[in-house]
Each structure stands twice: as C-alpha cells, then as structure tokens.
C-alpha cells in the first residue's frame, strides 16, 4: 500500500462536496434512531431501522466513497498522470480501496452500534455484533464498489440501482437472493455474535467466505483494469 496514495484519496473523499453528502447518511441514521426512541421510549423499530442502516445506509456510504477514490480522476483523466507512476496498479488498487474501506468503517459501520446503542442501551453485545456485522458487510461493499468505480463512469448510478432493487427491493422479495446479498452475510455476522439480531439464514461460515471472496477479487480487478487502462471516449 502507499502512503501517498491513501492521504490523497481520504482528501478526495472528505475535501469534495460527496464529503457533506457522506456526513448526511449516518446522520440522517442516527437521528431516525434519536426519533423513533423519543417517540416509543423503548427498543420499537429498532429492527426496522438496522434493517435500513444494513440495506441502505452502509452501502450508499460505501458507493460514494469508493467512487469518490477513483471516479473523479476517470473524469477529468487526471488517472492518467497516477497511472505513469511506478507504481504497481494493484498497489494503487490496494490504497484507493483501504482510502474507502476507512471510509465505510467510520460513517457506514460504527453508526449502526450507535443506532443499536440509542435504541436499547441495555444490550451493548448487539451493538458490538452489528458494528462486526457491518464491518464485514462495509468492506465486501467498498470493494465491490471500487471495481465497478474502474469498470464504469456510471458506477454511482448502477451502485444505486443495485443497492435499491437487488439489496432492497429483490432481497425483501426472494429469499434464495440472500446468498447473494452483501447486506445478508452481515447481518448474518452479527446474528452469530448476538441472538437478538435477526439472522439472514445463509450461514456464517459462508457469509465470511463470500464476503472475503468478493473483497479480494474485486481489489484484484481493480488493479488488473488499471493495468490495462486507457483513456479514451467514454471509458
């Protein structure tokens, strides 16, 4: 990993506008949280409200941050000017993705504690079992995200699509879609580690598997695809 790299790509994403937008989302959480407490009094709706942090929050603050890494210098063809370094592209892929993964981990994954914290204070293992649930779900997410920021200019747009119809919508829907749910393998995660998460049904062992599955391969496409890079018309 390099050290350059990595501070220039935590600037891009915190010294933009995205950088207010990624401020909002756990934001926006949290407060939900602080609302639905001030109404109930107890732990009502906390399930419904993790359930939006897991399908929702953490994979949006996943996309704007690993496209904020590398999306903007697409763009503007900057790219160009990091990819004649000598630099090893999977090292670049390395740090841009450890610039997201930080990223996620700190506005995607913690804020779920806190919202499980807000809710019911009287159950700190549930929180601790959905920050590692999203810790897993927030790392398979960024680095899935990071590959589509290489492969595509559009990637917030697809990103969204998947986050709403495959994650949210088909995931509600059908059930065998779970195996193939980043959020599930989470949730599943933090169901291992505390009963009174809602389990995904797919299985810890697999969930850990399949998350580092996808975190390795798409890391390794990303820098495979910035090896074979190069900029032209509408790349």
């Known amino acids: 990993m390099n050290r350059t790299i990595l501070r220039l790509s935590l600037q891009a994403v915190l010294g933009r506008r995205r950088g207010l937008v990624l401020l909002l989302v756990p934001l926006a959480l949290v407060a939900l949280a602080v609302v639905v407490r001030l109404l109930t009094g107890d732990d009502t709706g906390l399930d419904a409200t993790v359930g ?14 690993s496209t904020a890494v590398l999306g903007p210098e697409i763009d503007d063809g900057s790219v160009v000017y990091l990819l004649a370094k000598p630099v090893s592209r999977h090292v670049i892929a390395v740090s841009k993705y450890a610039a997201a993964w930080l990223t996620t981990m700190v506005l995607g994954a913690v804020p779920l504690a806190l919202v499980a914290l807000l809710l019911d204070p009287s159950e700190p293992g549930r929180a601790v079992a959905l920050l590692v649930g999203g810790a897993v779900a ?12 290489a492969l595509t200019r559009h990637a917030v747009v697809v990103g969204l699509l998947y986050t709403l119809f495959w994650e949210g919508l088909l995931g509600s829907v059908l ?7 980043v959020g599930a393998w989470g949730r599943e995660v933090a ?12 299985g810890t062992v697999y969930s850990l598997v399949a998350a580092a599955v996808i975190t390795v391969g798409a890391v390794w496409f ?13 790349e």
């Not at 059930?175 to 749910?181: A, Q």
């Not at 910035?226 to 900029?231: D, G, K, N, Q």
């Open 52 to 65: 939006l942090g897991l399908t929702l929050a953490l994979p949006l603050v996943a996309l704007l941050a």
């Open 138 to 149: 927030g790392t398979a997410y960024a680095a899935l995200f990071l590959a589509l920021a």
């Open 175 to 181: 059930s065998g879609i779970r195996y193939l749910s």
């Open 191 to 202: 169901h291992a580690l505390s009963d009174l998460v809602d389990p995904a049904d797919t």
């Open 222 to 234: 990303t820098g495979d695809r910035l090896r074979s890079f190069t900029l032209r018309g509408d």
